[in-house]
């Protein structure tokens, strides 16, 4: 069975996009949660290894991220922000966030 090279890079660009989607589609949702509460996202870090609060209760089609916030009247706030349902992962909108 001979399997073809441009079938190889096609099968390669495919899941090349899948995750560069994902990873804009969580972007955007940081971004939206951010907006919902008012805060400013000064950093955000994707937890691979530990995830914090919720190393126990997530999957690995969930993203978690650890937070830097600033309100509006400047305090800072630190925290962790879980991206995605339990079961369909990154297809749903979910977010959940605790604070530290």
């Known amino acids: ?11 390669g660009v495919v ?4 995750i560069w989607m994902t990873e804009a589609r ?3 949702m940081l971004r939206q949660w951010a907006a919902g509460l008012g805060v400013e996202l000064v950093s955000a870090k994707r ?21 830097v916030v ?6 800072v706030l630190r925290g962790h922000v879980r991206l995605g349902g339990f079961f369909f992962g990154m ?3 979910k977010v959940d966030h ?3």
């Not at 069975?1 to 099968?11: D, K, N, S």
């Not at 899941?15 to 899948?18: E, H, L, T």
């Not at 919720?54 to 991220?65: I, L």
């Open 70 to 75: 600033r309100d509006t009247t400047g305090q």
């Open 26 to 28: 969580a972007q955007h």
């Open 47 to 67: 937890c691979w290894l530990w995830r914090g609060p919720y190393a126990w209760r997530s999957t690995k089609n969930q993203y978690v991220y650890a937070v």
């Open 91 to 93: 297809m749903t909108n």
């Open 98 to 100: 605790t604070w530290e």
């Open 1 to 11: 069975m001979e399997i073809h090279f441009g079938f190889l890079v096609a099968i």
């Open 15 to 18: 899941i090349f996009v899948a």
